[in-house]
């Protein structure tokens, strides 16, 4: 009875759609968290007749056959790249990523990673780092005299002191864009690692070689739509139901050959 496992990989496909779909409603709130979407493929087929074999009856060729299939299996959780909207928060530190690309941290294993979180914040020091701590590449120093601080689009960072008319030259934010962002490893906390699959970064300022531009005060929102992951949960709840029957079904066929006398 085939049908048991074909639907038991059915219901597994569809709790895996449930639980991408939860973690995506999760991170409604998550800031720069771009959705994910579970994508599945056929398994493998019996070949009880291949299409094209001659039929030994009357020597004509099957045009169909007989393939029967054994049921799904995940084939990827695609991350959607669609930017979320900006919302204004007028912080000196938040910068929201108006375009492709991302800021780049360094781990205190001394390993680079990638960010579209721009909640920045200073430590005791006065170096910019994420909200975990992380700095931020290249490193920042922020005066302890300084009164205000601007970001321009270039993601250069300006300082302004009492005694000074002019604004000083911090430093400068770089980005990182990747041929397959895909491809990146979520690692948590709004951060990604290179793999082989997203390719090697290439650096460069933020409004140069295709990447985005900086935007101080605002931050990225996530880009979760609530509307159509709530449609794809019905729908994924729909087909787990619907495995569940087929399984009912096959149990009761099995059930009446059993009684069979």
Do not use: C, W
Not at 143 to 155: K, T
Not at 217 to 242: K, M
């Amino acid at each position: 009875m085939r049908a048991l496992k074909i639907a038991a990989t059915g219901m597994a496909a569809q709790q895996m759609r449930v639980e991408t779909i939860s973690n995506n409603l999760a991170n409604m709130s998550t800031t720069g968290y771009n959705a994910r979407r579970a994508e599945f493929a056929d398994l493998h087929y019996q070949q009880l007749a291949r299409p094209g074999t001659v039929n030994a009856t009357d020597g004509t060729v099957l045009p169909t056959g007989i393939q029967l299939g054994l049921g799904v299996r995940p084939a990827a959780v695609s991350m959607n790249l669609a930017q979320g909207s900006l919302a204004a928060t007028n912080g000196d530190l938040d910068v929201a990523i108006d375009g492709r690309g991302y800021l780049e941290i360094t781990l205190p294993s001394g390993q680079t990673a990638y960010t579209r979180d721009g909640a920045l914040k200073r430590t005791g020091e006065g170096l910019i780092v994420t909200s975990d701590g992380f700095p931020v590449v290249p490193e920042i120093v922020i005066p302890d005299d300084a009164i205000s601080l601007s970001i321009n689009s270039a993601g250069e960072v300006f300082a302004y002191f009492r005694e000074n008319v002019e604004a000083q030259l911090l430093g400068q934010f770089t980005m990182a864009s990747f041929t397959n962002p895909k491809g990146l490893e979520a690692i948590g906390s709004n951060m990604f690692t290179e793999t082989e699959a997203s390719g090697q970064p290439v650096i460069s300022n933020p409004g140069e070689d295709g990447l985005g531009t900086l935007r101080q005060g605002y931050l990225e929102a996530s880009s979760v739509d609530p509307v159509r992951e709530i449609t794809e949960l019905i729908e994924a709840q729909r087909g787990y139901e619907l495995n569940s029957k087929v399984i009912s079904a096959a149990d009761q066929m099995l059930g009446a050959t059993t009684q069979v006398r």
